[in-house]
């Protein structure tokens, strides 16, 4: 695993801000598993160009600044 994004996020106001790290597998096995249905639709390989509307916004986030060549980005502030 490596490191390669972190977002930085303040959502609302009252709320404590987060850190979201994101982390690339170079190798891996088995087969995915949705363990939070009631969060999650489904997990699917998707071609980071064209990512789905209903992404959650920080994952977005972190996907369009890691091809950008970023590190480091925030929302919210």
Known sequence: ??????????DSPGTPPRMQLVFRARAWSGTPENM???????????????LPAEVVPYTRQAITSILGGSLYSQMGW
Not at 1 to 10: D, G, P, R, T, Y
Not at 36 to 44: K, L, Q, Y
């Open 36 to 50: 939070e249905p009631d969060r999650c639709v489904e997990w699917r390989w998707w071609d980071p160009l064209r």
């Open 1 to 10: 695993m490596e490191l390669v994004h972190l977002v930085h996020l303040a």
